[in-house]
Every structure is written in C-alpha cells, then in structure tokens.
C-alpha cells in the first residue's frame, strides 16, 4: 500500500500536472471503485484542479465549486500519466480523469477491487474521509506522546493505526523502529521517555528523507513503479539480508496477511520473536486485514 512518501510523490508529480487545469471528464470502467453517489461523479467535468493534497493514505483533488476527488490506493492502486484520451487496461482499469495535456489512469493489480474513489461536495463531506490520526511530519513532541500512549498497543500496531498517526503502514513502520532501535513488541504505555523521543526522531527521520530520496530519484518524471519493497530499505522485505547498522541477519515475523521485519541485534536484544507468539500477543491488538485496519471507526 503506498504510504506517506510514496503519496507524496504522487502529489509532487501531479501538482505539475494538474493544478490549475481543467478536468475535463471523468470515465469509471470498473462498477466497484465508484463509492458515493451524492455529488455524481459527472459534477466533475469541467471543473479546474484547485489543489492536490493527502489526506491520511488518500490523494485528493480538490477542484472548483467545492468538490473534492478523493482517490483510496489500498494495496494495488496505482496511477499513470498516459497521453491525452489514453485507453483504458482491459484488465487493470478502474478510472480515467481527462485533462487536455493527459491521461491520468487508476488501476489495479488485484481481483479483490480495493482500491476506491469518492466525490463529495465541502471540507465537512471531506473530514469524514480522514481516519483522525496526527500528522507525523507535524506533530510536536508533545502531540506525537499522547497520541502513541493514549491508548496501549503495541509500537508496530500503533504506527500503522490511521487513527492515531496518518499515513504510516507496514514498510515504513519497520524502517522507522529499525531508526528508533525498538522491537515492534513493545507496548506503548511501557516506552520511556527516552525511547518515546527516539521513536518520535526516527519517525520524522524516516519519513522526511524517503519522500525527498524519492522525489529527487524520480525529478520530473511521473512515477510508473511505486513499491513497498526497495533496495535502500534497512529493515522492510530484508529477510536474511545483513542489517546495515550491526550486520546480523534481518529477521521476521508474520501475522494475518502482513510480514514484520526487524533486526534482533538491534532491537530485540539479541532475542528472536517467534511467529506463535506474535500471534498469541497481537490476537486482540492487531486487525487480521489492511481492509480491517483502514476501516476501523474514529474513536
């Protein structure tokens, strides 16, 4: 699923492209990425793009008259700049927005169709589409505290909760407890202020330098492969590989449909932490899907 940085390359890269400009129409091939019904999407049509902004995971077009196009990735979402009136895949198509100087696609590699879009009509109709968390990038010490400890989840769970930090998922959680040298075990309300520090650095850390490492790696050029997976990562989908910190061997942990990778030399003390007993520990903790986890009621 596209995360903070990888949204926000999105943005940089459409912003260039879109702002200012008139969307011309909006063409849906698929039945299932189209959720809302009031506004209708033909409200759209030549509409000017106002602005491109994240909301959480969401990549929304704000456009004239007070619409808002809210664009949901899930975990095969993807856009593409294609030529001016470009076909739509057969195959991976869900929605084409029209703009006279090109194409903006949204596919999807997946038959399970997760991957959503909603028009609404002012910033109240937008709110409800924010789960709530804080902004990482933004939030103070302070803020960024209460927020992780208000409630006690384990560190991993509680980066990844839409409701409590926006825009963190699986890949950048384990970068950032690699930065922060903590194991994704840990319950929130048993960090120390030291470690609370530490994983509030880490957490603008990472964030800050993977959005301007992938915006300069991509320049002017609108990004064809965003992936949750890439060479430079310390930690995420580095099984087996040597930590780049220590050298001990990235291990992982796998629980419902998402992998943890962390190093134990680094973050666990040395100790190994076995699949079973992940589950046992995150069997009331942890949302058993992505689509559980994103849906999950402000509260």
Not at 13 to 21: D, E, K, N, P
Not at 34 to 44: F, K, M, N, Q, Y
Not at 279 to 293: A, C, F, I
């Amino acid at each position: 699923m596209p995360e903070l940085p990888d949204v926000q390359l999105y943005l940089h890269a459409l912003r260039q492209r879109v702002v200012g400009r008139e969307l011309v129409g909006v063409r849906i091939t698929s039945p299932f990425v189209l959720r809302s019904v009031d506004p209708a999407i033909g409200v759209v049509a030549g509409k000017r793009v106002t602005g491109v902004n994240r909301l959480g995971k969401r990549i929304v077009l704000e456009l004239e008259d007070d619409l808002f196009v809210v664009i949901h990735l899930m975990i095969a979402g993807r856009l593409r700049w294609k030529p001016p009136k470009d076909k739509i895949p057969a195959r991976l198509g869900l929605a084409a927005f029209d703009f006279d100087e090109g194409t903006l696609l949204l596919t999807e590699a997946s038959k399970k169709k997760r991957a959503s879009l909603h028009v609404c009509r002012g910033r109240a109709a937008l709110r409800e589409h924010d789960p709530g968390g804080i902004e990482p990038l933004e939030a103070s010490y302070d803020a960024f505290r209460k927020a992780i400890t208000e409630r006690n989840h384990t560190v991993k769970r509680a980066l990844t909760d839409p409701r409590i930090l926006s825009g963190i998922g699986n890949a950048y959680s384990d970068e950032i407890l690699h930065r922060a040298k903590l194991s994704p075990l840990v319950w929130t309300q048993r960090l120390t202020d030291e470690q609370l520090k530490r994983l509030h650095a880490a957490t603008r850390e990472v964030l800050s330098e993977w959005v301007e490492r992938l915006i300069a790696q991509h320049a002017e050029r609108f990004p064809e492969k965003v992936t949750a997976f890439r060479p430079e990562m310390a930690a995420h989908g580095k099984h087996r590989e040597p930590c780049p910190v220590c050298g001990s061997p990235i291990q992982r942990i796998v629980f419902a449909d998402r992998e943890t990778n962390y190093c134990a030399a680094c973050q666990t003390g040395g100790k190994l932490l076995a699949d079973r007993a992940l589950s046992r520990l995150l069997k009331g903790d942890w949302p058993r899907s992505l689509e559980e986890l994103e849906s999950m009621d402000r509260k």
